[in-house]
T-cell receptor
């Protein structure tokens, strides 16, 4: 079982719709969860972080965390063509000496927002 | 621009040559990470610095790879005797010193092609 699993997609949604991206993780002690957006050929860009069960909203983005189910999701409301990218789920699988976090990434879900 | 900066952005080298990449983190960030990403995969953790100390190295980091952060500011990643399997995007990230659930921000990456 992979440590962080995502459906590779592509996930196609029409413009203006809600895009729902899902991620599951295997390590129950994970504490920090992140969503990164990555455009083709570019580096990952942090868009959301979540640490507690429940929802966290930031603009059109909502991250949802359920530690009991080991599940984290990202909702994008009013999807725009500019949201078309690969969305990477990252989980801190281990605390590093000195307080850093080792992030384990999923393979990403490709989102396509169609006109 | 106060983001993470990486140089060069692209590097093409012949098999067997040595290459060195540089990363300048966000100025107030004392934690610095190197990741490697191949096509269709999420980034994989390579190594971690807190200030000038290299506190963690992945098993992915073979003896041909060495990383330094001599003054606790910029970092270099050197690959000796490059192999075609080293072709990848090399990503540097940094995070601030305070707290345990800290967000990591990536640079633009260095894309290495070994021919």
């Amino acid at each position: 079982q992979k440590e962080v699993e995502q459906n590779s997609g592509p996930l196609s949604v029409p413009e203006g719709a809600i895009a729902s991206l899902n991620c599951t993780y295997s390590d129950r002690v994970s504490q920090s969860f992140f969503w990164y957006r990555q455009y083709s050929g570019k580096s990952p860009e942090l868009i959301m972080s979540i640490y507690s069960n429940g929802d966290k909203e930031d603009g059109r983005f909502t991250a949802q965390l359920n530690k009991a189910s080991q599940y984290v999701s990202l909702l994008i409301r009013d999807s725009q063509p500019s949201d078309s990218a690969t969305y990477l789920c990252a989980v801190n699988t281990r605390r590093l000496t000195g307080g850093g976090n080792k992030l384990t990434f999923g393979t990403g879900t490709q989102l396509k927002v169609e006109l | 621009d106060t983001g993470v900066s990486q140089d060069p952005r692209h590097k093409i080298t012949k098999r067997g040559q040595n290459v060195t990449f540089r990363c300048d983190p966000i100025s107030e960030h004392n934690r610095l990470y190197w990741y490697r990403q191949t096509l269709g995969q999420g980034p994989e953790f390579l190594t971690y610095f807190q200030n000038e100390a290299q506190l963690e190295k992945s098993r992915l980091l073979s003896d041909r790879f060495s990383a330094e952060r001599p003054k606790g500011s910029f970092s270099t990643l050197e690959i000796q005797r490059t192999e075609q399997g080293d072709s990848a995007m090399y990503l540097c990230a940094s995070s601030p010193p305070s707290g345990s659930n800290t967000e990591a921000f990536f640079g633009q990456g260095t894309r290495l092609t070994v021919v």
